[in-house]
């Protein structure tokens, strides 16, 4: 971000105040990985992440069809194969 007068860092400064402030936890973040392994030692060497659960494994059926599409957004066609929930620090509680 270019900060370019008085007026611009007096805003990011409060923006930034107002997270550090304010914002105590995050429930949850979907992320879509071309890798799926790399992906998970990805968080846990750099944000000390452990393994929750596996939502979906290889032996389940992927998540697909209208209603997914739907509920999460996904484009036509789409399918969740694998699924995992990492916790990151002390989580949400």
Do not use: W
């Amino acid at each position: 971000m270019a900060v370019t007068n008085a007026a611009s860092v007096a805003s990011m400064a409060t923006t930034l105040n107002f997270f550090t402030c304010s914002l105590r936890a995050i429930q949850h973040i979907g992320v879509t990985v071309p890798d799926f392994d790399a992906a998970t030692q990805f968080f846990k060497d750099g944000l000390g992440a452990k393994v929750a659960y596996d939502g979906l494994t290889k032996d389940d059926e992927p998540r697909q069809g209208a209603e997914v599409e739907r509920q999460l957004g996904l484009p036509s066609g789409a399918a969740i194969h694998k699924q995992r929930f990492l916790v990151i620090g002390a989580g949400p509680g």
